[in-house]
């Protein structure tokens, strides 16, 4: 196998064929997302500004009941759905490279009329690690819902706790487990062509793999949206632009850039958490 094949991928079934042709431009995939979260956001500030918190909007509804902790398992189900969309939004650009990577070396053996596994086989094992993310940021979202630490919007309703999920992703931004994890969903083409597979399940657990690569390299970035809100969909396009970016295979000097960034940020929500509650000296 070569890591230079067609860009026809001409020797895949049609179906696998138009999936590795739909991420053979994952920068415009990125750019296709971020303006379709864009648009969601500037439709949410419209929205805000019409008057959304009206009890009888729609809008304002859904949120109570997807941020109301007694509402069972409809309200369970409403913010597992929002985190599985939300993560579909911001982790499908980033998989691209990899995915794209994939179909290329699956073209090739096919061409060598050597066994070969569909794309979507892989990408569903992708996905079924960042579903069990969503998962988990459910019952996390609805944990801290009850302890207080994030409000009927789904914001933090706590400056100290969004400071310290921001500095701990910044810190995080310089681990050796980042790094590693962010070398490997860089560069997909060394790990496929060491554990190439020919069965369905051998390529699920490829793709349940290269799962756990992103999940190492982007998990502390979503945790993010617990801080800022997790309906922000301004927020989430920002940081689905910063985890493709890191991807693509920009240098350590742009993940280490982030982390400063993550970390001064951090230090303002603390700072003015503590402003807004320091003893003021009568005259």
């Not at 067609?6 to 995939?29: E, V, Y």
């Not at 500030?45 to 409809?74: E, I, K, Q, V």
């Not at 914001?155 to 681990?175: K, M, N, P, R, V």
């Not at 993550?262 to 230090?267: D, E, F, N, R, T």
Request: charged content about 10%; glycine content about 10%; overall charge positive.
């Amino acid at each position: 196998m070569t890591e230079t094949t067609d860009d026809s991928l001409s020797h895949l079934p049609r179906a696998a064929a138009r999936l590795g042709a739909a991420f053979a431009r994952p920068k415009t995939i990125a750019v296709l997302c971020v303006v379709a979260l864009t648009v969601l956001g500037w439709a949410y500030l419209a929205l805000l500004t019409a008057g959304s918190y009206d009890p009888l909007s729609a809008f304002d509804a859904l949120c109570r009941a997807m941020a109301d902790t007694s509402s069972g398992l409809t309200g369970a189900a409403l913010v597992a759905l929002m985190w599985g969309a939300m993560t579909l939004a911001m982790m499908l650009p980033s998989a691209a490279p990899m995915i794209l990577t994939y179909a290329e070396i699956a073209d090739t053996a096919a061409r060598k009329g050597e066994r070969i596994v569909s794309p979507f086989v892989l990408a569903a094992g992708y996905l079924a690690v960042w579903f069990s993310l969503a998962a988990g940021a459910t019952a996390a979202q609805l944990g801290l819902t009850r302890l207080a630490l994030l409000d009927t919007g789904m914001a933090s309703a706590s400056g100290l706790f969004s400071g310290a999920i921001f500095i701990a992703a910044g810190f995080y931004q310089f681990s050796a487990l980042k790094l590693a994890c962010l070398n490997q969903c860089q560069r997909p083409f060394p790990f496929f062509f060491a554990n190439w597979a020919t069965t369905p399940g051998g390529v699920f657990k490829l793709g349940i793999r290269q799962g756990i690569f992103c999940l190492g390299c982007c998990w502390a970035m979503m945790l993010v949206m617990f801080a800022v809100g997790v309906m922000n969909v301004l927020w989430m396009a920002g940081l689905g632009v910063v985890m493709t970016i890191e991807k693509i295979g920009t240098g350590r000097k742009f993940t280490y850039a982030v982390g400063v960034m993550l970390i001064a940020v951090g230090v303002v929500f603390i700072a003015t958490a503590f402003a807004a509650h320091w003893p003021v000296r009568a005259a």
